[in-house]
């Protein structure tokens, strides 16, 4: 008999023909699922563990198949182990390679469990481990706009508000505003890995197992906190890596905005920054160009690990319980998620300390627009005026400005004091641009004094997971 005829060696007791080709590889998963391998193996090894502490296994059987899933591992990892379509996925891949390799003692493993709760073990082990190397990489871009924004305190820039110049800040400011996002994004990447660390195994294939199994020690072996309290739902939900790739499309969104930013402020109508070669790409045809390419691309690149989010909650709105081959489907949106935004965190926090900050550039383009034009209503209020009033004023005193192409400093104090007696010689202090942001000198606000001391705070919380 060839071996497309022949029933699977795992499953194929009662089937009397081997599966459809074409079933075969539309069935099998192991091309992408064979990134559990490590996890894989560990929870082979715990369930091995447990299975002899409590005389399922003999302590020499138990020792055997350690020694064979550590044999397999380094196979794996030299790349030379040959993975299978015909075996489905990792589960059955590594099973079959350990009967092979230590004989019938192997076939003894997969007592007490299923690939079920094998399979919601391995990923949460997998997204347990992703999550505290995403963790690092977000504090790491953290720190650097912390750096990035102590150097740049005092550095004036325009603030804007749909897009039109509004008030000024500073460049020091507005990259704290990015790293606020993030710590957010960093704590509830903390939160969720509450949710994914608690032991599926022991589940079975659904009800449970009829071994007399010890499973809060396989959950400290693998550094759980606790186990499942359901076997129906450990073994059927995904929602700890729909509320993760819920996080990560966050993480994208926030750092789309950014993108979006940098790309503005590149562009030589801005020429707010410039960002080092080694992060840009030039044109085939136009040989000035020096384009954001990074900045581009994880804005583009926030479509798919939403688009996996969408994916995620499609896939798991039908399924009744228990366990259905639906969830195989979990895994490439979910890896595609890890990889996708461990590169873009890597990039960006890579490039942040080499981001240069134009600040001539930046303090003109806050001169334009009127950006004291607030200051001013709040001068005229101190004043004694309404603030309902001032703005009326100072809104009078701005269309004057736009008919002499001037900002509001520029206008002499004679025309000024035209639109309110109130207006002073003691006026032009509040209409400069330092003025301005150094007088908004509160907590969250964007004096250079507060973004100092909210570097100093923010480079504290860094360790916060
Ligand atoms: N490859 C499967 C998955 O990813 C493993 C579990 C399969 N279970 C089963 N009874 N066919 O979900």
Redesign the pocket.
Known sequence: MSKANESNQSWGGRFSEGPDQLLQSFSA?VSF?KRLFFHDIRGSKAHARMLARVGVLTEDECSQIIRGLDDILIEIERGQFAWLDEL????MNIEARLTERIGNVGKKLHTGR???D??ATDIRLLLRDEIDGLQAELERFRAALIDLAEREADTIMPGFTHMQVAQPVTFGHHMLAWQEMLTRDTARLGDCRKRINVLPLGSA?LAGTTFPIDREFVAAELGFDGVTENSLDAVSDRDFAIEFSAAASLIMTHLSRMSEELILWMSPAFGFIDLPDRYCTGSSIMPQKKNPDVAELVRGKTARVTGHLMALLTLMKGQPLA?N?D??E??EPLFDTLDTLRDCLRLYADMTPHITVHAQACRRAAAQGFATATDLADYLVRAGVAFRDAHEIVGKAVGHAVEKQCDLADLPLAELHQFSDAIQADVFDVLTLDGSVAARNHVGGTAPEQVRAACTRARNRLGER
């Open positions: 998963s699922d489905e996925d990792v589960h299923s690939r079920n094998q399979v294939a366990y081959r969830n195989q979990d895994k």
